[in-house]
């Protein structure tokens, strides 16, 4: 069965940092791109970043460049995301999600992991 | 950056009836189209890709149509478990990957 886990959502003041985890397991992680997307409270979906399968390609929504990173380590079967300079407008629920069709489309979902910025 | 737009935001449906979701690119994006459900609480779920290709285990009642900028979901006969909202997201375009603002589909 293919599941993912996240980890690491918490309460962060403004210009702060996370790292985000995503555990995978029932499938072979390095066949796979992967992405996060996040959902503010109350708010629509929004793609964040991608990976793909070897980490050679990583791609940015373009309000967290510079300021997030994607990374994997398919010999651990793990998704990261490191979120440093943290913003009140990142406050969100964030999913790790299984890409499919050259990674655009996401079958599997994790449950998420809310991250709040607030002071 | 391909902005896709949802209409109507909210739809009010009996149940055993047809709902008809729409979304609108704001450039062709062929058919690299998706269609998500989320229920409250829980992460989305993929229905459609392809524009018109379901999923692995969604129902026959759930379809999608169209190409280039005009898209479709339609369920043919609302059943409880259907009353939830639906995204449709782009992947012709990336970075970025754009999605709906969302369609509530409620009881009537």
């Known amino acids: 069965e293919v599941q993912l886990v996240e980890s690491g959502g918490n309460l962060v003041q403004p210009g702060g940092s996370l790292r985000l985890s995503c555990a995978a397991s029932?499938?072979?992680?390095?066949?796979?791109?992967m992405t996060w997307l996040r959902q503010a409270p109350g708010k629509g979906l929004e793609w964040v970043a991608n990976i793909k399968l070897d980490g050679s390609e990583k791609y940015y929504l373009e309000s967290v460049k510079g300021r997030f990173t994607i990374s994997r380590d398919n010999a651990k079967n793990s998704l990261f995301l490191q979120m440093n300079s943290l913003r009140a407008e990142d406050t969100a629920v964030y999913y790790c999600?299984?890409?499919?069709?050259?990674?655009?489309?996401?079958?599997?979902w994790g449950q998420g992991t809310l991250v709040t910025v607030s002071s | 950056e391909i902005v896709m737009t949802q209409s109507p935001v909210t739809l009010s449906v009996s149940q055993g009836e047809r709902a008809t979701l729409s979304c609108r690119a704001s450039q062709s994006v062929g058919t690299k189209l998706a269609w998500y459900q989320q229920k409250p609480g829980q992460a989305p779920r993929l229905l459609i890709y392809?524009?018109?290709a379901r999923a692995v285990a969604v129902p026959a009642r759930f379809s999608g149509s169209g190409s280039g900028t005009e898209f479709t979901l339609t369920i043919s006969s609302l059943q409880s478990e259907d009353f939830a909202v639906y995204y449709c997201q782009q992947y012709n375009n990336w970075a970025p990957l754009t999605f709906g603002g969302g369609t509530k589909v409620e009881i009537k």
């Open positions: 999600a299984r890409g499919e069709a050259g990674g655009g489309v996401h079958t599997f």
């Open positions: 029932g499938f072979t992680l390095s066949s796979y791109w």
């Open positions: 392809g524009a018109s």
